[in-house]
């Protein structure tokens, strides 16, 4: 009867929602786990309304029931921005430091990772939704309603405008808001009694030249703490921003500034400043008046002159992002470089492009915990997903100095790392952040790579990966030329070399070693296992027609190496090592009804198999059906009969059981295999 009474309050609730899906994603995260009283509660509350009301309800429900102060602040604030737009979290963040959002963060990489903690619960309650653009999220147009519904009255009284804003009237102004987000775009000119002295934040967008502001645009400002500008012909840096003593954060996006913006460098409690694709061509003394300043942004500030004694001075600092793509560049002098090495001793996030190898010289990045860092000639493109990124343009002449240089310093801290390096070996080694070795179009440039080894690296998943689709649909090939030697070991979250459809072209690949690779259950795919939990270090379009050598070494997962019938990757193979792969079934499978009535004349080169393993069903070799047509069959057996590991058949048909222990060796007679049972 219970239970029959708490199906009919969810079907009433969903019918409550006009079962419409984000009304129900909404309530049913918010009571999941509820008591019933909730429940009987939550469905009168919605009984007294019509659809629409409800939907409104049922968010205000869920916004009652998210448990922390600052996750609503930030959903709240996430109402500042238009109608669909992709909000960039890292906004938030600048914005929610300069606010104060946060009781008990000392640094912005605490702020960071506060606010990426709100906005996931929010997203878990589907007040947010995933962008498809990295670093942002969404807020759906329902909720929207809801959050511009609450903040225009009460305590809050902001004033939010993406629409028409070309007649400013004077109803709108009211002195007590607190916070203001407009959208300027046919706006000719601001009131000249703009006075809004309890203003705490300030966001203008899309502002064309034609766009006049008073001079004392900031005169009744005193309390204004955060200035967020984007896409601004001419914002409004008048004189009189010095009034706003409070301004914490001043964060500038796509503004056109005017040449003389040096008085910045009066606003001494600024901590934030960001000036990312301003195009500002200077960078004056004054800002190293800021000795609070914390983060300072100039991103795609391109042809940048720093003056002498800027960043010496900034004495808190703690991120600073000077990244430009597309081979544009900031020219450091000398002088900025000897104070950008002393200022990496106190700085946790740093995104910049060094060309020359040796300005990295008596550079530390041991305190780097947040970095997008390029040495050589290369840039980042659209690569902005990961949070520790390097990349990595190197001559022979510079190999010894990525030691010397500590840049493998920057190496094991990367969870991405783009190569472009000439007649090289390469070699990666614990590396725990790092979940891509190399993005397709990287492997371009390493056409002459030889032995590519890669240990102990605990979240890696694969070695190549497509990010940006670039392979998908285009037919283009991933080609190692040169690549010899693949050693692989202590990779448990490896479930792959390449993108899942792209061709590959290993053509001088002799020696495979792998080991301790948790997740792989075959090295080669094999067509006639369609389980979804088959993992394959290759894909079915790896052509690796060379291969003379494989070492296999605790894989615990693995159940075979080859897929059934594998005698067109065995033309040169001459050595197979097996050692404690606990769920290996065979090492060959040969399905010979597959042949149908042609006979198949395989010579297998063939001449070494050792094998130690702990199964006790494993097959050496499985060969059904048919007359045995290739070149496995003529084989001098001595051996020790024992009950643990099923053997090679002889002519008859019939299985000797041998130790699990093996060792196959090839003899002078050239289709003679000896079988021994071997010694540690």
Known sequence: MCCQMRKHRRCDIVKKCGNLPLAIKIIGRTLKSQEKYVWRDT??????HDLDDNVQEIIRISFEYVKKDE???IFLHCGLFPEDSDIKIEDLVRHAWGLKLFKNVSTLGEARDRTYTCVRNLVNANLLMDSEELGCVKMHDLVLAFVLERVSKGDFAWIVNHGNVSSWGRDEMNESCKRISLTCMGMSEFPKDFKYPDLSFIQLMDGDQSLKFPEDFYASM????????????????????????????????KCKLMSDWSFIGDLVNLEVLSLAYCGIQKLPSTIGNLRKLKLLDLTECVDLHIDDGVFINLVK???????????????????????????????????????????????????????????GDVYFGKITSFKTTL????RDEHRSDLVEYK???????SESLFLSMEHMNFRVHRCHKLKYLFPTHVTRGLRKLERLTILSCSVLEAVVHDYNGEINGKGEKIIFEELKYLSLGGLPELVRLFPVDSVVELPQLVELKVSRLRSITSIYPDNKNTSALQQALFNSQV??????????????????????????????????????????????NIDLECFGEVEQVINIPLRYIYVHLFNKECHVWSIKGGQRNSSFHDFDRVSEKSELINGIPNDYGEYEYYTTYVHISHQPSPNSIRLRRGRD
């Open 543 to 588: 052509r690796t027609s060379m291969l003379r050598d494989i070492k296999v070494e605790e894989c615990d997962r693995l159940e075979n190496l080859f897929p059934t019938n594998p005698m067109r990757l065995l033309k040169h193979l001459e050595q197979i090592t097996i050692s404690r792969c606990s769920s290996l079934r065979e090492i060959f």
């Open 317 to 375: 600092l703690e991120e600073l992002y000077m990244r430009c793509s597309y081979n544009n560049r900031i020219c450091f002098t000398d002088a900025n470089l000897e104070e950008l090495k002393k200022l990496l001793c106190q700085l946790c996030a740093l995104e910049v492009e060094f060309y020359d190898m040796n300005h990295l010289k008596d550079v530390s990045f041991e305190k780097l915990d947040k970095f997008k860092i390029s040495i």
């Open 43 to 48: 469905l009168v509350r919605l009984k007294n």
């Open 407 to 413: 840049i493998d310093e920057l190496v094991k801290k």
């Open 71 to 73: 996750e609503k602040e």
């Open 222 to 253: 005193e309390n204004l703490k955060v200035i967020a500008f984007y896409r601004m012909r001419y914002p409004p840096l008048p004189t009189s921003l010095q009034f706003s003593t409070k301004l914490k954060s001043l964060c500038l996006r």
């Open 391 to 394: 990349q990595l343009h190197l």
